[in-house]
């Protein structure tokens, strides 16, 4: 019993730390410039789609395509800031909704256009495997992905609070018109926040897709739980998306466990809106 | 300019008027199923396999199933059949919506579909309102034909008959293999499908003596399923009866993997572990499933016009034909045959032709001993359920013994043994 206490444990962990990343993304880009990006999770599934295709056309595993695939999302994000979100940026709520709701039917009509609707999964991968740790087992790609999620986190911190282009970002997502004044290009800004943003969820995928199906609508499931964790986290605040995608993994997993894996999205949600009415501004967000 | 305008107009008058009068040399067919969605894949299969029975039927083909050997319906002056697609995305709303399209915009005489029982459910309402014959292909729920719906029909043999087959197995298994199959669990998804399973799972469970140390029910759009399965886990059972659409079903058998999960047998209730996509995405990790299924390949041996239409299918589509497509193709022929001895498009007539229906076992694709429906609840009582095991990436049949073309490989071998 035990055992199985730490296992549970051990998976909402790993699970939430990619939850974790998956957010980042998403609260970056809301706290920079009040949009919220419906189509996050669709960002992942082209990622998925990207690592998956690098692995049949070139053979190249997903670990090492993730390099590319991070670019490729990167430059994706940037052309999306500068095709559809800077002409709505200072539009009414409902049009920024509309926008970027419809780059999601767009990306997943795309998707199953282009790759049809068949699940899609790389049968053997450089991570496959298991590490056995008394009663505890924990897979090796499910590991790799919770610490390349750590990792990239930790470099986002480290480069909005400690480089000067990162404190240029933080700087206009404080004060667009002070950071204007200061000399910041804020429309740079904008698109970098945007790059950096999808790359994350890039990072993500390609981790992801070394023991995930891709599908078109892959990026359902994940996207919903980003909205939850960036709610809990705080909109805007990158550690406290970080904070709130290990609790959301762990609520999960362990109301799965301990009372009944057919409520457990019930738990999850249960905790949003526990932080809407008593923490609006979520665990670690600005008022 | 005006002239040119008007010239126009009446062309186009005219074009829309022969297109109407075209329209009446065609039957069509509405067909629901998931286009879009989770289970996207399943529906594209089971649109082909409609797809195909059509063709046959609007085609000459030598063989013997009704309607092949002539071109188009006989007793409709070899009106065409064509089939009208509408997608419920995996959402019984839209699936109601999708039937009430098909009804009143498309004109369609009768609706096929819709794989999901939960959708199933809600667009046969629609129909049933309309009264337009509702024929279900693979939508196994038993509750579906409790309603005493007028209008509905279902080919495929329910979930209370082939949830009793797993125990006629597992008995023959005891007799044959001296295997110990105490105790099980259930672990099912928690939409109608899963839920329903249960019920019948439970009920024979208790009927041939298998204890059930219990149950876990999950949510079928998860991205995880660690925690379920740390909770069958812990109930320690030999045996695993499962019940899961595909999305799952892959993701399942990833997390078996990743946490060293083997009990002696995985029972699967078909859906998402006879998909195609299941042994193309999960490679040998698929191997030794034993599902429950209504169709496999390998019942050639006894019925060579199933090779021929599995063929036929791979030919079109690059895919193997599978429980669901043969089944789609089935309910596609018996409502075809139906529409073709009532003689007329007429709702009433169609019923009435459906209730009257009575195929040969030798004419169908199916393991079946045929189709006749039962008068009152309209389910075909001539259905049969078998157990088929991935080998090496195929699906064989093991069981009924008298039909298996492989031996069953019992116990499922531990993870780190493959």
Redesign the interface.
Known sequence: ?EG?FI??LV??LL?GFLYALIAVGLTMIFGMMDIVNFAHGDYLMVAMYFSYWFFVLFGMDPLYSLPAVTLLLFGLGILTYYLLIKPIINAPMLSQIFVTFGVLIFL?GLA?FLW??????I??TVLSG?I?LGDV?I?IP?LTAAAGAIICNGLLLWFLKKTRLGMALEAVSEDKEAARLMGINSDRMFALAWGIGIATVGVAGALLTS???V???VG???GL?AFVVVALGGFGSVTGAFAAGIIVGLV??????LI???F??MFVLALYLAVVFIRPQGLLGKK | MKKRLQGFCLFLLFFSFTSLAYAQDEIRIGVIFPLTGPAASTGHVLLEGVKLAADIVNTQNNLNMPLAKTIGLPNLKGAKIKIIPGDHQGKPEIGMAEAERLITQEKVVAIIGCYNSGITATASQAAERYGIPFVNDSSTSPSLTDRGFKWFFRTTPNDDLLSENFFHFLNDMKEKKKINANPIALFNENTLFGIDSRKYQEKYAIKYGYPISGVVLYPAKSTQLTSEIQKLRSYNPRIVLQTSYIADAILSMKSYKELNFAPDAILANNAGFIDPEFTKALGKDANYILSREVWAKDLAKNKPMIKTIADMFEKRTGKPMDGSSSRAFTATIVLADAINRAKSTEPAEIHQALLETNLKADELIMPWDGVKFDAKTHQNMLGKGIIVQVQNGEYYTVWPFNLATKDVVWPFPKWEKR
């Open positions: 019993m199985v296992q549970t998976s909402g699970i997943r199953q049809k609707v068949d699940y899609r999964m049968p053997q298991n056995h087992y897979g499910q023991f995930y199906y599908f078109p609508e359902a499931n994940f739980i999960e997993v362990m109301s799965g466990f009944a894996p057919q457990k999205f």
